[in-house]
């Protein structure tokens, strides 16, 4: 709404009741024999005289205010309907990259950066409308696409005013996700004859040749079909350079407090830069001094270890030295949940009376072994604690207590406990599956399978070997799948030459997200040049949040003579660490998203989050199945976040994302590739003369408001003479 | 014939109907005496075939005259409408005995006016004056005796019948120096006329009767009830008939009336209803009393006033 022509018209409210006064002042003078009629006919009307004079002057004020009010198209009259009676409707979509690469600093005259530049450039694309006329749409693209003004306002000011309150984000680009917001406007818009679309953007590679290249190329050519697409391109004639850590992570999946970890971080430079040094620190805490570093786009990561002393939550943090012109990604932050014990639950399906003649018992060893200790002295040193219990015992356990399950050689899972298991599994817990001779298939397919806790179903009975067995298809020079990683170039880590006289098969499909982590050797007697996949001896997939890993063999002496090898420690380890979700997984985000504390978050209290300036952060709770979640506001600043769950206080990492410290442009040419060769006009980042902007112009808001004069005009005048003025059919002459 | 400055001299065969342009008011208002206008009203009237003495019903054949609306066709001479096709009426000359008395309103309201332009206007009076000025002219042409009352608020001038030559240069006179300043009160004074007229008379009453109706009843009835003959002349003016005005207009009432500042195309309905409610509930009276009555606008010509006059002055001595 134009409160300008709101004030006018309040203010011409006066101008009747001034000539109405004036016009008291202002009279001939008549002088009058047949007084005596006169009076008397004023005695008899002048009620009605009064009243149709008050409804003319009511009348006439009324028209200027509601001139005045419909100039200033308030809310509820901001449709093209008046204004396609002009003929010349018209809609500007205005599309402003605000995502991190646009706070690219530049030395230009009252425009810092590049969005500085665009909202520069916006503002002059609206003055150059017609007033109360073309109506204005605009749209940003970070975090993610956002129409600031959806619905098409014809209030210029009020438009400037929106581009003024754009604020710089430190999230991606959303180009696709903007032009798609701009095809459906056009698309309720429809009635509008002459629609402009223009993209203000810094033209990176990111934006323009990254994973919405498909998206970008069906838009444009429809977006052409639409609108007089142009771009004006900010960082023309701008020779950019960016350096960036791109990301940090850990070597392993699980970093625990018994291993030195080793951090690996992807510092790049993009453009012709300086060279830099790379800073790790750990808890704000700095490591070591950093190596100057000549940086490219393929640079090669540069690595850092660290041998944390106590488990949960701990920052990480990997920090270019030197300034560039986009500083807030020179530094990288890593929360890493650092394991100091983790809880898994072993569940045996056939119980032992004597040392590990349990089916779990191996897996118990393995995973926490066994130290010579005094009284009151710790049995193991290992990281994992876990928890041997018979089947029957499973039903009584909370799950999201334990990182992971371990069900070895369980006969039967009952359905309730297959529903708790895939709940457990969907919320990022690990559930292990190691077969048995008591394990029932037919119970297996049944409960688990259409859980997606198996990898496929299983086929019985089991393959049963003679005294050679089957081996493991374990090749040391080979790429071994990252599970097995640490088994690479070792010659006699034993897995290679473990046999297994009995296994489960699983029909695994083809085109399974499966991952087979271990196959068996083809079986002998398979005939040459026949294509059948191996049997997979240890698969792993993921649910949701989780990840099921199976095991086709027992986890005893049972049916292979693994456990008695020492790889069988080792395996049980890897396995068990590439297999658990850290518990870090929701606490690195990318500017721009919400933090979702995840349901297995034990909290105290409402939970407060500060961001890195020490100010609160908005945070919403909803009901989720009886249970309550804790939502943010999205988090619009890269930095480190405190969590307060009442108990403990979490890090939270916000760092900018990856892509968008390419600030390396595409040419002219390639952005009309990029827009499936759609006709576009290509513009610097200044704004050119309006007639190549706005060809064909439009006076349209003149006719309407001409239009909207005369109709308030014509219902005075009809007013005016059906209240009063002279009207020559009254004219009564008598005859003498 | 008359010529004025700056006419044309008009051909012998125009100027029978020349004459009749002096009934316009129009051209009348440019005639400041008032005994001119009164013979130019009755030569304009009585254009004839010759010049006679302007007589009414006689057993003396006198002359022919042009027939004009509203004169009895018992006079038509059909055998002249015979041989020429036109309609003419015979006039006798003939001895009579008729009093004239014209009783001319002076009032205030009388002097409005809004025909003709400048020092040229005709008001109301001046189109009253005109028509007592001709009949009276008329009637001392044919021997009637003719007596002369101006009233406003009161009877201001009274002057006996007489058929003597210099009556009329009397009553031109009188009717030429009356002031017209008050308030008029014409029950009252046709009282008072009706006491001092002993002989039966042919009264032209000449007024706007702008006055209490419940008054001038009394007044007339008084007269009839005396024997004598009624006939009552309403004169307005076209302003005053059509209430043109637009825009704000400050009226100043004559006769002592206030003012009214009003947007008068506001109250031109309801005024035009007012005055012609008056008018017919005056017609009625007039009627009901055998009064003769005509309303007279003062942008109209005069002939139907004087033709009205001689069609009810046959009737009389007949």
């Known amino acids: 709404m134009a409160p300008g022509f709101v004030a006018a018209g309040l203010l011409l409210v006066g101008i009747p009741i001034v000539i109405h006064i004036l016009n008291r002042r202002r009279f001939k003078t008549v002088t009058w024999a047949a007084m005596e009629f006169l009076l008397r006919a004023l005695k008899k009307n002048r009620r009605r005289l009064e009243f149709e004079q008050l409804i003319l002057l009511v009348t006439r004020c009324l028209v200027l205010a509601l001139l005045g009010l419909a100039l200033a198209r308030p809310v509820g009259c901001q449709n093209g309907a008046l204004s396609m009676l002009g003929g010349h409707a018209g809609l500007s979509v205005i599309v402003i990259d605000n995502s991190y690469s646009m706070a690219y600093a530049v030395d230009r005259p009252d425009a810092k950066t590049h969005l500085d530049q665009a909202k520069k450039l916006a503002k002059g694309l609206i003055d150059q409308l017609s007033g109360g006329g073309e109506a204005v749409s605009i749209i940003t693209t970070s975090p993610v696409a956002r129409a600031v003004i959806e619905k098409p306002g014809y209030d210029l000011e009020a438009a400037r005013q929106a581009v003024d309150r754009i604020q710089q984000a430190y999230g991606a680009t959303d180009l696709a996700g903007a032009m798609q917001k701009a095809l459906e406007i056009a698309e309720r818009e429809s009635r509008q004859p002459d629609k402009s679309l223009y993209l203000l953007t810094d033209a990176t590679r990111s934006a323009w040749e990254g994973d919405q290249s498909t998206s970008l190329k069906q838009l444009g050519p429809e977006l052409a079909k639409i609108y007089r697409v142009s771009h004006f391109n900010l960082s023309q004639g701008q020779n950019q350079w960016n350096q960036a850590v791109l990301q940090i992570r850990p070597k392993d999946n699980l970093v625990n407090t018994k291993f030195m970890a080793e951090f690996a971080a992807d510092a790049k430079g993009f453009g012709a830069g300086p060279d830099s040094a790379l800073e790790w620190s750990i ?41 560039d012109p986009l500083p807030a990604d020179n530094t990288r932050y890593r929360v890493i949940d650092v394991a100091s014990e983790l809880k898994v639950l072993i569940v045996e399906g056939k119980r032992g009376i004597t040392p590990l003649e349990g089916s779990g018992a191996f897996l118990q060893v393995a995973l926490a072994p066994t130290k010579d200790s005094g009284p009151g002295q710790a049995k193991s040193d290992s990281y994992v604690q876990p928890e041997l219990i018979s089947d029957l015992e499973l039903g009584n356990k909370v799950l999201t207590n334990y990182s992971a399950v371990l069900l070895a050689n369980v006969a039967q899972v009952p359905s309730t406990t297959a529903g708790q298991l895939e709940a457990f599994v969907k919320q990022g817990g690990t559930l292990m599956l190691f077969m048995g001779d008591l394990v029932n298939g037919d119970n297996y397919n049944k409960e688990l399978l259409p859980r997606k806790l198996l990898p496929g179903p299983m086929v019985g009975p089991p393959v049963h070997s003679d005294e050679k067995g089957f081996f493991f298809d374990f090749k040391p020079k080979g790429v071994p799948h990252p599970y097995l990683g640490v088994f690479a170039n070792q010659e006699n880590s034993g897995l290679d030459t473990a046999q297994v006289f009995d296994y489960w098969r699983v029909e695994v499909p083809a085109s399974s997200p499966v991952e087979r982590v271990l196959n068996y050797q083809p079986a002998e007697g398979s005939k040459p040049g026949e294509k059948r996949l191996p049997d997979p001896a240890i698969t792993v997939h993921s649910l949701e949040l989780g990840r099921v890993l199976f095991f086709s063999t027992s986890a005893n002496a049972d049916w292979t003579t693994l456990p008695v090898r020492m790889a069988y420690v080792t395996l049980m380890q890897e396995l068990l660490a590439g297999s658990v979700r850290p518990g870090d997984y929701w606490m690195n985000l990318s500017a721009g998203q919400s933090l979702e504390i995840p349901a297995s978050i034990r909290l105290a209290g409402a939970p407060t989050l500060m961001d890195s300036a020490g100010q609160p952060v908005l945070m919403t709770s909803e009901s989720r199945n009886g249970v309550a979640m804790y939502r943010s506001a999205p988090l619009e600043r890269p930095g480190e976040y405190k969590l307060k769950t009442g108990t403990a206080e979490i890090p939270i990492a916000v760092n900018v994302p990856a892509n968008e410290a390419d600030v390396r442009t595409v040419p002219d040419e390639a952005l009309k590739k990029a827009l499936g060769d759609a006709d576009i006009a290509l513009h610097g980042a200044e704004l050119p003369l309006q007639a190549s902007l706005n060809q064909g112009g439009n006076d349209f808001g003149w006719k309407v408001m001409a239009f909207a004069v005369l109709t308030l005009l014509a219902l005075e005048c009809f007013m005016a003479m059906r209240f009063g003025h002279f009207r020559r059919s009254q004219v009564v002459r008598e005859t003498v | ?36 206008r009164a013979r130019l009203i009755v030569e304009g009237l009585m254009t004839g075939m010759h010049r006679s003495p302007y007589q009414g019903i006689s057993v003396e054949f006198a002359q022919h ?58 008001s109301k009076y001046d189109h009253a004056t005109a028509i007592a000025a001709s009949l009276s002219y008329m009637a001392i042409q044919q021997q009637d005796s003719v007596g002369l009352a101006i009233f406003d608020n009161d ?23 009356v002031p017209r300043l008050k308030k008029t009160n014409t029950g009252r004074i046709l009282d008072q006329l009706a006491e001092k007229l002993t002989h039966r008379s042919l009264i032209v009453l000449l007024s706007d009767f702008f006055d209490d109706l419940g008054s001038i009843k009394k007044g007339l009835r008084h007269l009839r009830f005396k024997k004598h003959e009624v006939m009552a002349f309403q004169i307005l003016d076209p302003l005053e008939i059509e209430f043109p005005f637009e825009g704000t207009t400050l009226f100043k009432g004559l006769e002592e009336l206030g003012e009214l500042l009003t947007e008068p195309q506001a109250l031109r309905a309801a005024y035009l209803h007012e005055l012609q409610s008056f008018t017919a509930d005056l017609r009625k009276l007039c009627r009901g009393m055998r009064v003769d009555f005509t309303r007279m606008n003062t942008a109209d010509s005069l002939d139907v006033a004087l033709s009205g006059f001689l069609a009810t002055r046959a009737a009389s001595i007949k």
């Open chain 2, 65 to 122: 005259r042009q027939y004009v609306q509203g004169d009895d066709i018992r006079h038509v001479d059909w055998k002249v409408f015979g041989k020429t096709d036109k309609i003419y009426l015979k006039q006798y000359l003939e001895e009579t005995n008729l009093h004239l008395i014209c009783i001319v309103d002076a009032s205030e309201s009388m002097a409005f006016s809004s025909v003709g332009s400048g020092k040229q206007t005709w």
């Open chain 1, 283 to 323: 808890n704000d805490r700095p490591l070591q001094a950093g190596q100057p570093l000549k940086l490219d786009s393929d640079s090669a990561p540069s690595t850092g270890s660290y041998a944390f002393k106590s488990g949960g939550p701990q920052v990480v943090q990997a920090t270019l030295a030197g300034k």
């Open chain 2, 155 to 177: 009877l201001k001038h009274f002057i006996k019948p007489s058929n003597t030559p210099g009556q009329w240069k009397i009553l031109t006179h009188e009717l030429t120096l």
């Open chain 2, 1 to 36: 014939m008359i010529v004025f400055p700056g006419e044309r001299r008009l051909p012998m065969t125009e100027i029978a109907t020349d004459y009749r342009r002096y009934l316009d008011p129009r051209t009348l208002a440019r005639i400041n005496s008032l005994d001119l």
